[in-house]
């Protein structure tokens, strides 16, 4: 009978999907000593590239169930994960901390309950003569705004992320294909990866990270997953105006479910995921922008110097992400939404443990 080690060296596993997801998996696995081949034929192109790197864990209220729990044991993961990708990058980083905040008092109300009921440290209410307070009205030319404040949570830059990623992986000699997979069958307990020019890939155990296009690779009466695209899109705005200093303002910040990141004195960007969409629509910066009664006028003069945007998929019809062990040797995990990168640690250490348990 083989070791179990013995099954590590000799398991070829095929990831498909090349981002966030499917890098975290393939170097948790390789880690444990699997041979593994991310295929994806758009790697610069996929959803993890318009992400902000926004990692709302502690702040997330509601404090029990699956999501929960994944979000929780990512945020015992990543400070791991950081001291392995300062390897290869010592500039990368979770700048903390990350502000939530809101104009409707009701959503203030709610916040402010969430902070009494759980005696956490690491959040607190944001006083009205808090500096952070003061100078995001000062700049937004509003007196109402207000919000909390999570010492924890932060944000990772996605780029640089990315990038990192890639050079563990290439430090892993972790194999890639440009090739887009079309159809994957099971025969003689090997999984066969074809792709849309014809190649072949034979693996033992297939992992499916990719996304809206995981479903039309599976059965999908028989496991009966849907998943529905989700817009994510994001702009930089260059503020040529001398009245506001976007310096002054936090790291990172969310008003009225707009994400917020000053960059410099005179450049932010403004992202948010919306539902249900595959194409921005042409007004995006109004809808961007529109998260306040009344814009500043340093805004409103603002101009998008860049723009970009990704498709994410959203479970419909369960809670999200999806990750299950559909059959002998596949497995899908998909349908972060929002949360790819916040999850991906949780996420790679559940697919490695149920391929531990797949081959014992």
């Not at 083989?2 to 890098?23: C, M, R």
């Not at 034929?41 to 959803?47: H, Q």
């Not at 699956?66 to 791991?80: A, M, N, T």
């Not at 109004?286 to 959203?314: H, V």
Request: charged share 25%.
């Amino acid at each position: 009978m083989k070791s179990l080690k013995e099954n590590f060296q000799k398991a070829h596993i095929v990831i498909i999907g090349s981002g966030i997801i499917g890098k975290f998996n393939a170097l948790e696995l390789s880690e444990l000593g699997f041979q593994i081949t991310i295929i994806d034929p758009t790697e610069p192109k996929n959803s993890s590239y318009a992400a902000l790197g926004l990692l709302m864990g502690n702040m997330y209220q509601k404090r029990k169930g699956r999501s929960w729990d994944l979000r929780k044991q990512s945020i015992e993961l990543w400070p791991q994960w950081i001291k392995s990708l300062q390897k290869f990058n010592s500039e990368l980083n979770i700048e903390n901390p990350l502000i939530q905040l809101t104009t409707n008092e009701e959503k203030f109300k709610k916040l402010e309950k969430f902070i009494y009921e759980n005696n956490d440290q690491n959040l607190r209410i944001l006083e009205r003569d808090s500096i952070f307070i003061k100078n995001i009205n000062k700049a937004f030319q509003t007196k109402n705004i207000k919000g909390i404040i999570s010492l924890k949570d932060g944000r990772i830059n996605p780029s640089s992320l990315l990038q990192t990623l890639n050079k563990y992986l290439r430090h892993k000699k972790i194999n890639f294909s440009e090739g887009e997979v079309i159809k994957i069958r099971k025969t003689n307990n090997h999984w066969i990866s074809t792709t849309r020019n014809n190649e072949k890939i034979k693996s033992d155990i297939v992992i499916l990270c990719n996304s809206l296009k995981a479903v039309d690779l599976i059965d999908s009466i028989s496991h009966n997953i849907t998943l529905k695209p989700v817009l994510g899109q994001a702009m930089e705005i260059d503020v040529n105006d001398a009245e506001v200093d976007l310096l002054s303002l936090p790291k990172q910040f969310n008003i009225n479910s707009k994400n917020i990141i000053p960059k410099s004195k005179n450049k932010l960007i403004i992202g948010s995921t919306d539902e249900y969409s595959t194409k921005p629509e042409e007004n995006t910066f109004e809808k961007l922008t529109n998260f306040l009664d009344k814009k500043p006028n340093w805004l409103m003069k603002g101009k998008i110097s860049k723009k970009w945007y990704g498709i994410r998929s959203r479970p419909d019809g369960e809670p999200s992400p999806i990750m299950k062990n559909l059959e002998d040797g596949l497995i899908i995990c998909t349908g972060f939404y929002k949360n790819g990168i916040l999850l991906a640690p949780a996420c790679s250490k559940w697919v490695a443990n149920e391929i531990k348990k797949y081959l014992l």
